[in-house]
């Protein structure tokens, strides 16, 4: 099997990796040499109306092999790590061995190493920071965190600062202190065989252009006309990366080729964010070079 090990089939693989790595295609060899349930540990695509774009396993891919958690939400609902969690749990007891696969960092670490069980934060809480984020950016909200949450939080990723300062809004304790009374994981690292895909950059940029171009060939503009009349950029399902360009694109804002364009890019900074987590929380994984 391409980069893979040996695993042992009677315990759990989670294997992660960025954007356009191929680890979709290794988890399904996996399944079909050792057997098992693959499970989507992918933010974006646990949404219905995004296949194409966010690259969820195909139909025939499905028939091929189970497939857990993939297309499951509403394009409307909002869905965070502790829905995942609750998803994810009974899928851990059941006959077949799960194979995690996805590029959510947070998702695997929630599994691996707990998550704090903090409080939903209110309707109008996320609409007040939804439309502080739009207006102004979030590097105020940031710079309004507790130190502790500051040290902890990526000052880069918008949605993360958001995330942080909402739950600092809503109970009045900032996150680091949530996370600093974190509970048991369901799935402790010690009893997974844990692997990320290390791809060089260069390489994946590649694989990122090519791999747009197939989701064009395989019906993403169209996938896109068909969410236009009810796009709203403030959900959770909006993020999935080059729907803001198509749907620009619809809407007569931008070409096409400029919408390529953007989405490429939005893609590769995607990778390189997704990289950096790895980097930084995944060091006790074994790491597989690609390609």
């Not at 102004?136 to 990526?154: I, K, S």
């Not at 390489?203 to 090519?210: E, F, K, P, S, T």
């Amino acid at each position: 099997m391409q980069c893979l090990p040996p695993t042992d089939p009677d315990r759990p693989v989670l294997l992660a990796g960025p954007t356009a790595s191929g680890k979709s295609a290794l988890a399904l060899e996996l399944a079909a040499r050792q057997g098992g349930v693959i499970v989507n540990a992918d933010a974006l695509q646990v949404f219905e109306n995004w296949r194409v774009l966010t690259a969820r396993p195909t139909a025939e891919e499905e028939t091929a092999a189970a497939h857990r958690l993939y297309g499951h939400v509403p394009w409307d609902a909002s869905y965070s790590v502790g829905h995942w969690l609750r998803d994810v749990a009974p899928l851990l007891s059941g006959d077949a061995r799960p194979i995690i696969v996805g590029g959510t960092g947070l998702y695997f670490a929630a599994l691996t190493e707990g998550l704090a069980e903090i409080p939903p934060t209110p309707q109008e809480l996320r609409a007040l920071a939804d439309a502080r984020r739009m207006a102004e950016g979030h590097a105020g909200m940031f710079e309004e965190l507790d130190a502790a949450t500051r040290a902890r939080v990526d000052p880069l990723n918008p949605m993360r600062v958001q995330r942080a300062w909402e739950v600092w809004r809503a109970t009045g304790r900032g996150l680091a202190a949530w996370h600093d009374d974190t509970p048991a994981p369901l799935l402790p690292l010690a009893d997974v065989q844990p692997f990320v895909l290390n791809a060089d950059r260069d390489w994946l940029n590649a694989r990122i252009h090519r791999r747009f171009d197939r989701m064009l060939e395989r019906g993403a503009l169209e996938e896109a006309q068909a969410n236009l009349g009810r796009w709203t950029p403030a959900l959770q399902s909006s993020k999935a990366i080059g729907a803001p360009e198509l749907i620009a694109h619809l809407a007569g804002r931008i070409s096409l080729a400029d919408a390529v364009t953007a989405a490429r890019t939005a893609s590769r900074q995607y990778a390189k964010r997704q990289r950096s987590w790895f980097r930084a929380r995944m060091r006790a994984w074994t790491w597989l070079d690609l390609p």
